[in-house]
């Protein structure tokens, strides 16, 4: 039964589509739904790759009807896993009536990218996740689980319709600051479950090597405490894990930590255990040219951008100093360039290595290079290598085990029995 939505009448038939991300990373979309009930999980733009602009046009989009504005067929409600863009990324696009359901904080972090960027907010209504509380929508009882993961507030979830249980276990891995979390989803996943949608991206990267997030704020640590240079490290803002370890790496190796205006909002939203300016010691916020120049002109932020004045950090001062460890991100060339003092300084260079083919990534490398600093790779996976996936199947005893979010879904089925491996677009009766 293909791209369609027929059901047997008179009894509940519980089915699942990939709608997009079988075979690939990214562009998450997957609908479960019963004749009554139809269910979104993700709704995910493509990852960016050379041609970054066809991307938000409506041809690329997953066709699911009743998600969009035009359409009369409506969805009951879309769940997303988390804020990454391949997840959420469409999620302006769809009608303004169906009810999302997301991590707070995840919503919260997008709101702000939205603000700084010009995107649109949600006008949608929201409901937020509760980990391990269930949550009944038509025929369905759903149960998000929080998991470890590089993006913040993501959850995996447990769908019950019928005495059908089907696992969507979104992005996760269990070598993060939140690994307990990632170790609770796995023990409460029922035994012998009908479906385990598992995502698999580390198995197109499996000579990657995996280091907890501890090992890389350990090595961090070394790297900073190198004296007399500033140090770079290029991550994602939204990597909060990750912005943890950098900021204790540089507090013991007495560095102030600075971080531009972007991140310091992202960071302000999330709850006081997380290094934020005004709250934590020796935290500053740099504002690059070209961002606050947009902010002020194009965006009228003012309030937004000065809501930081008391913890600012100058182009000027960072010159003059070199005890200082900055988060930067791949828009701040143009600002490196005009800070004095910094051949020689240390670059660490925190994401998955595929960036570097990025064509601003590339070009800070090169002036990285250009002044002779001393660049580092320090990273570590936002997902479950092989053994974490193992752990995951095992436990969950599942009856079908179907891959997504990978680009080798074919080693799933050498690795593991009872693989199947769906198309996009195909019907599934569970
Ligand atoms: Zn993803
Ligand atoms: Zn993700």
Known sequence: MKNTHQVVKGEICVNLIIHRGAKQIGGSCTEVFTERTRIILDIGQELPNIDDEKLKKPSSFPRVKGLYREDDKKIDAILISHGHGDHIGLLEYVDTDIPIFIGEKALEIFNVTAQFTGGKSIANPVNYFKSGQEMTIGDFSITPYLVDHSGFDAYGFVIKADGKCIVYTGDFRDHGRKKKATDCFRSNIPKGVDALLIEGTMMSRISEKIETEEQIEQKAFEFMSSPNRPVFVLQSSTNIDRLVGMYRAAQISGRIFVMDIFTAHIVSQLNNTIPKPGKFKDVRVFYPYHLTKRMFEELKEEKLM??????????????????YCMLIRNTMLSDLEHIKNLQGAGFIFSMWRGYKKQRRTDRLLDYAKNNNMDIIDLHTSG?????????????????????????????????FEKVYLAEDGETILI
Request: glycine fraction near 4%; charged fraction near 35%.
């Open 306 to 323: 000065k809501q930081f004045n008391r913890n600012w950090i100058s182009r000027e001062e960072l010159g003059k100093r070199s005890d």
């Open 383 to 415: 997902h479950a290598h092989i053994d974490s996936l193992k752990k995951v199947i095992r436990s969950s005893g599942a009856k079908k085990i179907i891959p997504i979010h990978t680009e080798r879904s074919d080693l799933f089925a050498e690795a």
